[in-house]
């Protein structure tokens, strides 16, 4: 399979928990992004990287919410303390550094916070 | 902020007619615009995508339209099958290839 891979596919943590998500882009992609998505609205903007570099992550929901890409290949999605109002899917796409080039979706990590 | 929205949430059709899904963008500057296909836990899938310099674009049983003057786009399935049923998002991409999506239409296909 040569598409975006996510890992978790599923989290059911405790609220007040650490958790982490993975993921693995295209590997030719050296675009990067991580989205979130609640039930009935479209995928939300986080954060971006090329390659290593982190290049927008002033839209990153707050600070318990962090991103990582040290080797510019897979990241890493972190949120400390999580809150209830984290459930939702968090879904990362890749795509190449051309101008306008569209991005493929992995199917993502459904959170819950219970 | 600027946002690409959509007129309406759900779309019912008989299998093999055709559908068409709307969409509003506010952004006038924005230069190239995507559809998205998701299924129930699944991410989006591309289907199509435009850039401001066309009017048309035509894939496989799918046609984008996108008209500059009143900012809509829309997305045309011919022949529709019940493998189509899913939530239908247009996505604006913004610089840094941040897309900004609307609230996603519903497309049931009916046998």
């Known amino acids: 399979d040569t598409g975006v891979s996510q890992d978790p596919r599923h989290k059911i943590t405790k609220r007040g928990q650490n958790v982490t998500f993975r993921c693995d882009p295209i590997?030719?992609?050296?675009?990067l992004y991580w989205y979130r998505q609640t039930l009935g609205q479209g995928p939300e903007f986080l954060t971006y990287?090329?390659?290593?570099?982190?290049?927008?992550k002033s839209r990153l929901l707050s600070d318990r919410f962090s991103a990582e890409r040290p080797k510019g290949s897979f990241s890493t999605l972190e949120i400390q303390r999580t809150e209830q109002g984290d459930s939702a899917m968090y879904l990362c796409?890749?795509?190449?550094?051309?101008?306008?080039?569209?991005?493929?979706f992995g199917s993502g990590t459904q959170l819950s916070v219970l | 902020g600027e946002s690409v929205g959509l007129h309406l949430p759900t779309l019912s059709v008989q299998e093999g007619d055709n559908s068409i899904i709307n969409c509003a963008y506010s952004?006038?500057?924005?230069?190239?615009f995507i559809w998205y296909k998701q299924e129930s836990g699944k991410g989006p899938q591309f289907i199509i995508d435009i850039r401001s310099n066309m009017d048309k674009r035509q894939g496989q049983r799918v046609t984008v339209l996108l008209n500059k003057t009143v900012k809509h786009l829309s997305l045309q399935i011919a022949a529709t099958q019940p493998g189509d049923s899913a939530v239908y998002f247009c996505?604006?991409?913004?610089?840094?290839?941040?897309?900004?999506f609307g609230g996603g239409t519903r497309l049931m296909v009916k046998p």
């Open positions: 952004n006038s500057a924005s230069d190239y």
């Open positions: 996505a604006e991409n913004n610089a840094g290839n941040m897309l900004t």
């Open positions: 990287f090329q390659n290593e570099a982190q290049l927008e």
């Open positions: 590997s030719e992609h050296n675009r």
């Open positions: 796409a890749s795509s190449t550094a051309a101008a306008n080039e569209k991005l493929f």
